[in-house]
């Protein structure tokens, strides 16, 4: 469905899957839930199920962003993903900067020191990955507004696919590091305008990296 070989509109039954891909029918039936669930198929009684329109879609579950991300749409999906943190996480830090408490404050600039120390000694990408989402996830969570910690997942999905995928594990350089690490200062600083300048310019210098690749 997310590559379009199952366009809109298009009808399958389970029978019909079940010979296709040599898989029980207990099987089909659940993963036809999940897509439902998510809003890509709907079960319709004596017809079979059927493909809805991507305007149906829950784009914001992190199984479908996955999905999107390996499609041919991938690149229409990054700029997606990136104009949704452009709106959200700039106006995230710059609320988090003004209402963290101190604990909060510790907590990310804990995060970003983390992150700092995996980049520069060339650790595991994925333990790169956890520190650089424990911050932006303590972030949205310090800005007091609950919508803006929900929306977690579409950032932690984006920035799985930027940390393994995009830059082949091959870490942030300095100045990426840098970056993280001041805006995490200003938050602490309770420097709201600063914090927001810095984490608009995180997103706009991931966006260059992707489009330079």
Known sequence: MCDGRLPEGTVVTVDEIEVATATSRSVVREVARGLA?????EARQRIGLRVLPETAWNLFD???????????????QLRTLAEVRL?????AA??????????????????ATRLW??????ADPDELLRADQALHAL????????????????IQETLHERTLHELGGHGFDAHDL?????????????????????MRSIIERTQITETTR
């Open 87 to 91: 709106a959200i996480e700039p106006e």
């Open 62 to 76: 992190s199984q479908v962003i996955r999905w999107r991300l390996r499609s041919p749409q991938r690149e229409s």
């Open 178 to 198: 840098q970056l993280h690490v001041d805006l995490a200062t200003r938050i602490q600083r309770s420097d709201a305008r600063s914090a927001s300048d810095a």
């Open 94 to 111: 710059r609320l988090a900067a003004a209402r963290r408490t101190p604990d909060e404050a510790a907590s990310i600039v804990s995060a």
């Open 117 to 122: 120390s995996a980049g520069s000694t060339g």
């Open 37 to 41: 669930s998510r809003g890509l198929l």
């Open 139 to 154: 972030i949205l969570r310090a800005s007091g507004n609950p919508m803006f910690a929900q929306i977690s997942s579409v």
